[in-house]
């Protein structure tokens, strides 16, 4: 279809776990978009074993394929150390917090660890452009406050799933 | 009566021990010919509750009624014979209404509601739609049998919230207790319980008084077989 899609080649894709929950099974036709536009901008999705924790239940079937078919692979993101990383992390726990009235010891330490991993990616591996993809909102603006008030916005780019295949017309739906 | 926010809760009230007030009920509402009442209207819920094809049915004519009982058959993909004794079955149990002057006949729903504040409990067509999805959907299938329906109705509160911006897919999963990846998966499996629910179920708001309006779901319109005439001339 041809869809423009803000991916390209020289940029690194870090996924959170969601996108391979928000795209559904390999028949639905969100997924089929989604893995093509990965394929098109001939990147691969970079999930870090943090934020999925460990492949074994059936549920995370659908991870696997996407690793066995090559367009998403496991990285060993380490522990945010990098100062920036840390303070971005404390950054999205307190959006995340304010975005759902909750109490910021009650903030999943892994929606808010995110904002520090990629900061720390960039920085350990010195790469210029990173773009950054989860499908939860509170988390997405968590991420965003962090890379603005980190100054990290020219390296990095917070997209939700609906950037890279437009919204969902609902046509993978079974109604009933 | 009012939706009360304090008890509807992303958990679904499961493990809660706290007994109601003493004094909830009444001689009134213990009268025997009360009880009498009611009770068909109970069982009638758990036989929906425990046959999610059934309720599938149900759901169907609920929705999309007035509708013809081959239209079911070919909406539902089931076999004459099975959609026949199901909608039997609904008729018996003044569920479905089956208008018999016309040919062929036409069958109707009226949307049911039971809610239990202090349990707490809620069942309300988008809850009967999100059991009755487990016929046609893998993911809350497996949910159902590893969880039971108690936690499906608290997955869908807490994925009516998710779509909403108002929790994370983690939190949920923290608060009703199943991994991560489980409660994200869950989520997105009842995205179709929560947007043809928001649009047709009268009581979409006794399970989200909070954000039964700020939910960021596919627009009905825009499907191909979704129902169109709204229970709801307020819509």
Known sequence: ?176 | MAPDHEHIRPDGGIDTLDPPPIDILTEDTLEPETLAENAPRLETVVELLNRPALARVYIYICYWGPVTPPEAMEALDLSKSTAYEYVDRLVDLSLVDRDDSTRPQQLTADPIIIVEQYVPIVITPTVLHALALQEVDEDIKYFVDRYGLGKLIAALRGAGLHFAGKTTQRMVASDIDVRETEAMMIIYALKPALAVGREHDPFFEYLFPDVHDEMDLPDLDEIAGAPTDSSDPDR
């Open chain 1, 1 to 176: 279809m041809g869809r423009d899609t803000p991916l390209s080649a020289d940029q690194d894709v870090l996924v959170d776990a969601n996108i391979f929950y928000a795209i559904g099974q390999p028949s639905n036709p969100q997924y089929q978009r989604f893995r093509r536009a990965i394929q098109h901008a001939d990147v691969v999705c970079k999930l870090p074993r943090r934020v999925i924790g460990e492949l074994g239940g059936s549920e995370t079937d659908r991870v696997r394929t996407a690793l066995d078919k090559g367009w998403a692979e496991i990285i060993d993101a380490p522990s945010p150390t990098d100062g920036d990383a840390v303070a971005a992390s404390d950054i999205a726990r307190r959006t995340i917090a304010s975005e759902t009235t909750k109490a910021e010891h009650e903030v999943e330490k892994t929606d808010a660890i995110l904002a520090g991993l990629v900061i720390q990616y960039v920085r350990d591996r010195s790469t210029t452009g990173v773009v950054v993809l989860t499908d939860d909102q509170p988390a997405r603006k968590g991420i965003e406050n962090a890379v603005r008030a980190q100054g990290y916005t020219d390296a990095i780019t917070v997209y939700g799933l609906a950037d890279i295949i437009g919204d969902d017309p609902g046509d993978s739906m079974r109604l009933i």
